[in-house]
């Protein structure tokens, strides 16, 4: 048993990046930015580097964009709340691109598992200038924000419940380790016991990608977690803890075989701080 836990706690914390992937986003017009296709990129040594989060590395524009995702999560419930922000008057036309727009939701969706109902390829941001300002607004691209998963208000909060509760249920035990490594070890060990990973990889049910998946505990069923829903559930369950954590996407690959589980694709976490 205590192999099967190492392999697993391995898996979990595996820090190397062979290469990302992220949606890219696209200019429509002179002020529209919305997703397109998907890139995938080799990372460089910085993407290897363990932050406290991704937002630290963006620019003034990108962190605008995102500040006003944090700033709405709560109206986003809805699924279609427009939000209306002012860029920095730092901020120049030429600042505003596809890749500030990219990088902004990029860091948003990997920082913040919490606000697990938005689809970033739904959104769309219009760029305008307000009294020598840049002014931002974000919209639905067609109907809502929404991901497959979720269809109303009720369904969201639902899973939000969920969430807050497992969260603030899972307080560890005392043990005779220290107390950041006995915390750590406890909520990786639950979520190993209490779930079973979902074998539809990259076919699997919306919801098996988010964190409520795999905190739910899900042993059977459409809704069991994938790799990315492990990892979104372990690195907020680090966040109650206190331990810097980071979600990384790239190709699960052992030898020349590359994952099954997630089809080509992987997530993991990985942690910055010496567990003492």
């Given at each position: 048993?205590?192999?099967?836990?190492?392999?697993?706690?391995?898996?979990?914390?595996?820090a190397?990046?062979?290469?990302?992937?992220?949606?890219?986003?696209?200019?429509?017009?002179?002020?529209?930015?919305?997703?397109?296709?998907?890139r995938?990129?080799?990372?460089?040594?910085?993407?290897?580097?363990?932050?406290?989060?991704?937002?630290?590395?963006?620019?003034a524009?990108?962190?605008?964009?995102?500040?006003?995702?944090?700033?709405?999560?709560?109206?986003?419930?809805?699924?279609?709340?427009?939000?209306?922000?002012?860029?920095?008057?730092?901020?120049?036309?030429e600042?505003?691109?596809?890749?500030?727009?990219?990088?902004?939701?990029?860091?948003?969706?990997?920082?913040?598992?919490?606000?697990?109902?938005?689809?970033?390829a739904?959104?769309?941001?219009?760029?305008?200038?307000?009294?020598?300002?840049?002014?931002?607004?974000?919209?639905?691209?067609n109907g809502?924000?929404?991901?497959?998963?979720?269809?109303?208000?009720?369904?969201?909060?639902?899973?939000?419940?969920?969430?807050?509760?497992?969260?603030?249920?899972?307080?560890?035990?005392?043990?005779?380790?220290?107390?950041?490594?006995?915390?750590?070890?406890?909520?990786h060990d639950?979520?190993?016991?209490?779930?079973?990973?979902?074998?539809?990889?990259?076919?699997s049910?919306?919801r098996?990608?988010?964190?409520?998946?795999?905190?739910?505990?899900?042993?059977?069923?459409?809704?069991?977690?994938?790799c990315?829903g492990?990892?979104?559930?372990?690195?907020?369950?680090?966040?109650?803890?206190?331990?810097?954590?980071?979600?990384?996407?790239?190709?699960?690959?052992?030898?020349?075989?590359?994952?099954?589980t997630?089809?080509?694709?992987?997530?993991?976490?990985?942690?910055?701080?010496?567990?003492t």
């Open positions: 048993m205590m192999r099967v836990r190492g392999r697993m706690i391995v898996l979990l914390l595996a190397a990046v062979l290469v990302t992937g992220f949606p890219t986003a696209k200019r429509t017009d002179g002020t529209v930015f919305v997703y397109g296709e998907e995938r990129y080799a990372a460089d040594a910085q993407a290897a580097v363990v932050r406290a989060d991704f937002y630290s590395s963006l620019s524009a990108s962190k605008a964009v995102y500040d006003s995702l944090v700033e709405n999560a709560v109206p986003l419930r809805d699924g279609k709340h427009e939000i209306t922000f002012l860029f920095p008057e730092s901020v120049r036309h600042d505003v691109s596809v890749t500030m727009y990219q990088d902004a939701m990029n860091a948003f969706n990997r920082d913040h598992s919490e606000i697990f109902w938005l689809d970033m739904t959104m769309k941001l219009t760029v305008a200038e307000s009294e020598g300002r840049l002014q931002g607004t974000i919209t639905p691209v809502t924000y929404y991901t497959s998963a979720y269809t109303s208000v009720a369904d969201v909060e639902r899973d939000i419940a969920l969430m807050e509760a497992r969260i603030d249920g899972l307080r560890p035990p005392p043990r005779s380790t220290t107390p950041c490594m006995s915390g750590f070890l406890y909520v639950w979520l190993v016991l209490k779930n079973a990973c979902n074998a539809d990889g990259i076919g049910h919306m098996a990608f988010e964190a409520v998946s795999a905190l739910e505990g899900n042993l059977t069923g459409d809704s069991r977690p994938v990315e492990y990892a979104r559930a372990f690195k907020l369950l680090c966040d109650e803890l206190g331990v810097p954590c980071m979600l990384i996407t790239g190709e699960g690959v052992s030898g020349e075989v590359r994952s099954r997630c089809g080509t694709r992987f997530c993991w976490t990985t942690r910055g701080t010496p567990l």
